[in-house]
């Protein structure tokens, strides 16, 4: 990744409105930046949260707060808790996020 023309700043991501994206069950709030070809996000997911897609978008994610399990359609399953990041190129792996609790994310994508 190259990044370019991105002036020196600072995000207060409390001032960023977040936008509402159901999943099969539970609700995601993301707050989103874009600068150039490069999104990111502050994410929280609800309890109870099941992703309605596999989703094949690379990704380096951060778990921040709660638990975040990981499930990949080959049938793996990784559990984030604050602290633990994943990575995963486009088109790499299919992924879905499923969270009981809830979760913080920071994801670069």
């Known amino acids: ?8 700043g600072i995000t207060e991501w409390a ?12 609700l995601a ?3 989103t930046q874009q600068f ?7 994410v929280e997911y609800s309890a109870n949260y099941v992703a309605d897609h596999w ?3 690379g990704h380096i994610l951060l778990c921040l707060e709660g638990e975040l399990t990981t499930e990949l359609k080959d049938g793996r399953k990784v559990v984030l808790t604050p602290g633990v990041s994943y990575q995963v190129a486009d088109n790499a792996e ?16």
Do not use: N
């Open 55 to 57: 989703c094949s978008k």
């Open 29 to 31: 709030y993301w707050r």
């Open 36 to 42: 150039g070809a490069i999104r990111v996000r502050m």
């Open 1 to 8: 990744m190259q990044m370019t023309d991105i002036p020196f």
């Open 94 to 109: 299919p992924h879905r996020s499923v969270t009981k609790l809830g979760a913080k994310l920071f994801i670069v994508d």
């Open 15 to 26: 001032d960023v409105e977040a936008t509402e994206h159901p999943g099969e069950t539970g």
